[in-house]
């Protein structure tokens, strides 16, 4: 199983929808939501997913981004009472932050009775030995940030799934991208507790509200495929010709990189992407001469991403 982690960004959002039917049968692709933006944002997403019998992974104490005061959480929680209730649709997951403690963690798991639960644990706060406590005889899936020590936790949560979320996706400036790097080794030698990431997006939580930034200098595009000999994950990375910021506009350099893309695609035998509806809406793009923008560019990537993991499983 495969376990992307989300800020619920609007590319993230849409990108999810598009592969909402093609997560796996039975379930291969489980994503973890931490909502950032107010609770409106999230019900079309989860909409979609009940209508197609995804489950997701739903921080249900969420703290960043729109949800800084006691009141937004109250917001929050009340607003998405109704799809946390939803067994098959939600998986109530709760962000341990390093202040919270193990009576939080029972009363989580008192609210969720008989319910598959999760834990997100990005920062050191409660020791393992107090978490294994607070946690009892439940089977929880924990999910373990970069910089925590995941063996610990392995040893000490006996017969509890420990995934680690790694950043696999090393973001540097766009122009230096090469023309390839690794991503994971075979999905399917992760095991049954499977892996988990932050996908190949920049992993640091967004800026809430949001702000433009300057005009794009290169503009990059990351297409994940899978090794036919080794079965790894890789990814190539497209870039624009033009490197400058400002000119030409960014709607322009993505086609630029779109058509290395094509072009890519047609000298590999058989393809080396798979025709999935992100790598379909941006092929599309450059056959109909459509400038877009980073954020739909960002929606494709991830759902040709998601698409693919889910087929390599």
């Known amino acids: 199983m495969y376990f992307p982690y989300f800020y619920t960004k609007q590319s993230e959002r849409n990108a999810l929808i598009d592969v909402a039917s093609h997560l796996g049968s039975p379930q291969k692709v489980y994503p973890i939501l931490e909502p950032y933006t107010p609770p409106k944002d999230l019900t ?9 019998g995804v489950r997701a992974h739903l921080v249900v104490n969420p703290t960043r981004g729109a949800f800084q005061t006691s009141a937004a959480q109250t917001s929050w929680t009340t607003a998405m009472s109704t799809y946390v209730s939803r067994p098959k649709l939600i998986i109530p997951t709760l962000h341990v932050f390093a202040a919270t403690t193990a009576s939080e963690v029972t009363a989580f798991l008192g609210a969720h009775p008989n319910r598959d639960v999760s834990f997100v644990v990005l920062a050191t706060g409660l020791p393992p030995k107090s978490f294994a406590t607070a946690i009892g005889s439940r089977t929880p899936r924990v999910f373990l940030g970069p910089g925590l020590n995941v063996a610990d936790y392995r040893a000490t949560l006996t017969g509890i799934p420990v995934v680690a979320l790694e950043s696999r996706f090393t973001t540097v400036t766009n122009a230096l991208y090469p023309a390839e790097s690794p991503f994971c080794l075979d999905p399917k030698s992760y095991g049954p507790h499977g892996f988990a990431d932050f996908t190949i997006l920049d992993p640091k939580p967004p800026r809430y509200p949001s702000r433009g930034g300057n005009g794009a200098g290169a503009v990059a595009l990351h297409m994940t495929f899978q090794d036919p000999v080794s079965s790894d994950l890789r990814v190539r990375h497209f870039l624009s010709d033009d490197r400058i910021a400002g000119a030409p506009p960014v709607g322009v350099k993505l086609l630029q990189a779109i058509a290395h893309l094509d072009a890519e695609q047609a000298k590999t035998a058989a393809g080396r992407f798979l025709t999935s509806p992100g790598f379909d809406a941006l092929h599309q793009y450059r056959v109909d001469g459509h400038e877009t923008n980073l954020g739909k560019s960002k929606h494709q990537q ?12």
């Open 302 to 313: 991830l759902s040709h991403h998601l698409f693919t993991v889910a087929k390599a499983l």
């Open 44 to 52: 079309k997403l989860l909409d979609a997913f009940g209508a197609t």
